[in-house]
């Protein structure tokens, strides 16, 4: 009897450990993908953002921070909480890694006066009041810069504004110096929306791929780009 039992157990036990190795990651991944799209394209709502291409650095940490909680989103907490460090790194390769089209996102509408504004601090800032232009830190074409800075083109208009904003409440906060918190406390809530606007409304260029490391000195400092 117990030599049957064990003898029709094996064969399962063995399959199951074969295929456990290679799926691990895809398993993993399955868990993400309801939300950020089978190969991290974005969800079709405003809110569960694209992650294919962004900066492995970046996606990395944005990983740690939602565990360490410095970044705070109940779903993502939990998402992160049983994920090793490695695996972490690996999810982040993975979908940094993945080259798909970006999806168009419907803009708001602007007055002229916010698209002025909007252009104004994203292409050369608001020296008077100490914000620097994001494509100082962001990039030329504002792809992002590798291998920690993300980009801020092709993003819908409610995440960049949703983004903003919690660094405002603080419910978003990284290693210190957090230079985007600095530059948030510096913004109204009408730079915010006309920032987030014009950002969202800009064309993907044929080549978004991060800018190469180092090509951009960063005009504060930021604790995720080595202080
Ligand atoms: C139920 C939906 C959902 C699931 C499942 C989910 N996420 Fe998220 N994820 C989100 C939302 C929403 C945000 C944006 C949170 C915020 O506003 O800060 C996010 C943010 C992120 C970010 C930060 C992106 C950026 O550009 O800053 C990363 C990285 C990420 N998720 C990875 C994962 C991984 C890896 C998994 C699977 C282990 C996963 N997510 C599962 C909804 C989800
Ligand atoms: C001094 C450098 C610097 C400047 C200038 C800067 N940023 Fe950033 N930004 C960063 C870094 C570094 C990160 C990644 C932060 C992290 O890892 O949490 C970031 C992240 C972001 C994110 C999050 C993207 C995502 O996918 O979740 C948004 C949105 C953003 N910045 C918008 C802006 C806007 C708008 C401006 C201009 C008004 C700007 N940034 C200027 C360095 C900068």
Known sequence: MRRWFLLVLMPFAALAQESAVPDTLAQRIAACTSCHGERGEGGDNGFNPRLAGKPAGYLHRQLQDFRRGLRHYPIMEHMVAP??????REIAAYFAGQDVPYATHPTPAMSAEAKARGEQLATKGDPARG???????HGPELTGVQPDTPGLVGLPY?????????????TRNTVAPDCMATIVSRLTDAD???????????PVPADAKAADAGSVTPPLRCGVLGG
């Open 83 to 88: 994920l090793t460090d490695d695996y972490m």
């Open 131 to 137: 914000v620097p232009a994001c494509m100082a830190c």
């Open 192 to 202: 915010i929306s006309a920032v987030s606007a014009w950002l969202a409304s800009r």
């Open 158 to 170: 409610d995440y960049v504004s949703a983004q903003l904003g919690s660094w405002r409440t603080d």
